[in-house]
């Protein structure tokens, strides 16, 4: 059996499916071949990218496989405007060191301005299609952060997509989930690179948000909340580590390298949240505060370290009966809320059936660019892993746990992230995302034959469909 035709992603390993034939286009002349073959031939298409994403929409049943990967192109950065155009398969490690190589010598540098977090190995495509964001205290999604891309059509015709040009196109494709084509570049927005400092402190949710607009108003460009997830204590979803970087005189000596978390911390601190949750905060909070006031670069401290594949090691260890991994869900609610969501929220998950593994909270600013914005207002963003057994009763568990948040942010306002899970019900995608309707029927009209097909579409549409 040829393994390469059953695809699956890489964190929840959830979303197996069988594609019929798997393409790596390393040109856009590439890409617009392979759409219009499978155009002649009636052949739906599917398009991956770093395979990260657990909704499953970079995989169609019985489709033709587009792993844009190899579209790896970097031009140069234009030193004037702030721009680059980048290939829609470079990962973000890729287009840093790039960006570094190519302004090596200079005093003033261009670089990202967000990233996701949690993994590095991510292509600008796909962070495209979800409309990622990162830690930053006042940034809009990543459709902010982009002028134009290119588009390539279900029948193979090239479009420029950028708010003069292609304006509805460009609203639908970012935070379109692969639904209206190949996008095959990107012309992203820069912005000088800086050096910043790590403020560290150990502070309660019913500070985050006002300590973190504070932060903001000092200055400060980033930061974020990693929670406590140990089900046993008081402190449990409540106390927590509070970061925020705030840019320092250019003059200031860099150290040589990052005062961060490694390869073994991660999997010590990995290890401790399965078996020691108590612990695993000493052992985190420790760390970041002893990290206060360390200085990094405001683009390479966006990196993290990503442990693939780690829940195979842990199920061998613990001899667990039924491998297992995590999943993840996003939660929105308006930032007046934040406390009273993460009460209602460690009520429902203090019994520990479903045990958090990792939890944060960030802020985000209104999306009004977007056609499916997820960001509708200016939202607190409310990160939760749980660990979920891969049979029958550990995904019920999984998928109960995760509606019921959803239906907690919901009273409070708020939304999810459509990303991760289809285990929201219907009323609920309705309630979250009221433009999901008119998003799929501006996919009938840009994609008529269906070439581009998901089991992330065809959920969605077969479950909002009259």
């Known amino acids: 059996m040829n393994t390469e035709l059953n695809c699956n992603d890489k964190h929840s390993k959830l979303n197996a499916t069988r594609v019929t034939r798997v393409l790596y286009p390393a ?11 499978a155009a002649a031939a009636d052949q739906a298409i599917s398009i991956c990218g770093a395979r990260h994403a657990m909704g499953g929409q970079q995989f169609g049943s019985d489709t033709l496989l587009l792993d844009l990967s190899a579209l790896t192109e970097l031009q140069a950065v234009d030193q004037e405007l702030g721009f680059v155009e980048a290939g829609a398969g470079l990962m973000w490690p890729e287009l840093l060191e790039g960006l570094l190589e190519q302004q090596e010598g200079q005093d003033a540098v261009w670089s990202i301005r967000q990233k996701q977090t949690g993994a590095d190995d991510l292509t600008l495509g796909g962070s495209l299609a979800a409309n990622i964001h990162g830690r930053g205290l006042q940034m809009r999604p990543i459709i902010d952060d982009v002028e134009a891309f290119t588009l390539i059509d279900g029948s193979g015709c090239r479009h420029r997509c950028s708010r003069g040009e292609n304006k509805e196109l460009f609203g639908l494709a970012i935070g379109g989930y692969g639904c209206f084509g190949v996008i ?37 460009l980033y930061g974020d909340f990693q929670f406590s997830i140990d089900e046993s204590s008081s402190d449990f979803l409540n106390r927590g580590v509070l970061s925020s970087y705030r840019p320092v005189d250019s ?96 009520t429902l998950l203090r019994d520990g059936k479903v045990p958090v593994i990792y939890g944060t909270v960030r802020l985000i600013q209104k999306d009004d660019e977007s056609f499916l914005a997820w960001a509708q207002h200016d939202f607190a963003c409310i990160i939760f892993n749980l660990h979920t057994e891969h049979d029958r009763e550990g995904i019920a568990r999984s998928s109960a746990a995760f509606r019921a948040l959803i239906d907690v942010a919901l009273e409070f306002g708020g939304s999810y992230y459509l990303t991760y899970h289809r285990w929201a019900r219907r009323d609920q995608v309705e309630r979250a995302h009221p433009q999901f309707c008119g998003f799929l029927e501006k996919k009938e009209h840009y994609d008529p034959g269906h070439r581009f097909q998901s089991e992330w579409w065809k959920h969605h549409r077969n479950l909002l469909k009259p």
């Not at 949750?277 to 990094?296: E, G, I, N, P």
């Open 27 to 37: 040109s856009e002349e590439e890409v617009i071949v392979a759409i219009r073959d």
């Open 184 to 220: 095959t570049s990107v012309l992203l927005r820069l912005t000088p690179r800086q050096k910043v400092e790590r403020l560290v402190e150990i502070t309660t949710m019913d500070r985050v948000v006002s300590v973190l607009e504070a932060r903001l108003a000092s200055g400060c």
């Open 251 to 346: 003059a200031r000596g860099m150290p040589p390298a990052r005062n961060d978390l490694g390869t073994t911390d991660w999997e010590e601190l990995i290890h401790l949240a399965h078996h020691d949750r108590a612990k695993v905060f000493q052992v985190y909070s420790d760390f970041y505060l002893s990290s206060h006031r360390s200085l990094y670069w405001s683009d390479t401290h966006q990196l993290s370290v990503y442990l693939e594949d780690y829940h195979s090691k842990l199920d061998h260890d613990c001899g667990a009966k039924v491998p297992a991994s995590e999943m993840i869900s996003e939660l929105y609610v308006p930032r007046e809320h934040l406390t009273r969501f993460m009460e209602k929220a460690a």
